[in-house]
């Protein structure tokens, strides 16, 4: 089989609308990557550029630059890529709520005395926060967002086999990539069989109450740890009776790279340079 001709299995129910669900309530990322409307544009070329937008964004340290960061790719993504704004949102707010958990301890801290120019008295302690460690958190927050935005654009637009295969040409180590695309399918498989047993625990009134809820989380915990390791075997197996050599290869169609693609994030990673020059000078 030649190596431009896509593999059958990959991609072939998703194209033609058939939409998987990992988990309750959520669609898969693949979903979205394999409808993407960037989906034509070369997966080395997506990732280069998604791995220099997130090295300006971080290096830079600019809010500026964070901020263009994140409505460039939000438009990117929507646009271009035809994600739904209702899904791009949902699938942000999960990255939004560690970044807000996690810079409360940038912005706050604990004293004896009241401290800074906001304090909150708790009897024992007294919780502070200052205008530059609120402005210094709200800076990480951004900066933080900027990033995952150009990651986000690159999972919403590249199917997690492509950005494997394109891993493997830019020489990743192959144990790496290789666990890369065994963990990240293991993953779902794993979640939908807990979706399975709690489905199961409900059905047989196990969330009736607290305690019944607590029994039967722990219920499903430890044979969730057994079921793993069986389908750990299984998954093994199903890889040797396919020739498995300890090497995973991918097929995948051939895509060129435009020139205009090319200028296009050459100038938007000088733009991004230019804005952090521009607020340094003024």
């Known amino acids: 089989m030649s190596k431009d001709r896509k593999l059958h299995s990959h991609g072939h129910g ?33 990732v280069l550029f998604a791995v220099f ?14 901020l263009f960061v994140i409505l460039t790719m939000a438009v990117l993504s929507i646009w271009k890529g035809k994600v739904d704004v209702r899904g791009y949102c949902s699938l942000m707010t999960i990255p939004i709520a560690f970044m807000i ?63 494997i295969s394109a891993l493997q040409r830019l020489h990743v180590p192959q144990m790496i990539v290789e666990l890369m695309n065994m963990i990240y399918r293991y993953i779902f498989i794993m979640m939908d069989t ?33 079921v793993s390791l069986k389908k750990a075997n299984a998954y093994y197996d199903a890889m040797e009776s396919r020739c498995y050599d300890g090497e995973l290869r991918f097929l995948e169609e051939e895509k060129k790279v435009e020139t205009i693609e090319v200028l296009s994030a050459a100038i938007y990673l ?11 000078c003024f």
């Open 194 to 226: 807990q979706r399975k047993m709690k489905n199961s625990a409900q059905s047989r009134l196990g969330y009736c109450d607290f305690k019944t809820s607590c029994l039967s989380f722990g219920g499903i915990a430890s044979n969730l740890f057994i």
């Open 53 to 66: 937008v997130l090295i300006l964004t971080i290096g830079l340290d600019d809010p500026f630059v964070s």
């Open 101 to 163: 958990f996690g810079s409360v301890a940038i912005a706050a801290g604990f004293s004896r005395q009241p401290l800074g120019d906001y304090n909150l008295s708790l009897h024992f302690f007294y919780l502070y926060a200052t205008k530059s460690s609120i402005l210094k958190a709200l800076f990480l927050i951004l900066k933080a967002f900027g990033a995952v935005s150009a990651m986000f654009m690159l999972t919403l637009s590249t199917p997690a086999s492509e950005i």
């Open 14 to 46: 998703h194209e033609h609308g058939h939409r998987h669900q990992h988990g309750e309530g959520g669609f898969s990322i693949d979903v979205y990557a394999y409808a993407s409307g960037l989906r034509r544009v070369n997966p080395v070329f997506k």
């Open 270 to 280: 000088v733009v991004l340079v230019g804005i952090h020059i521009g607020v340094k």
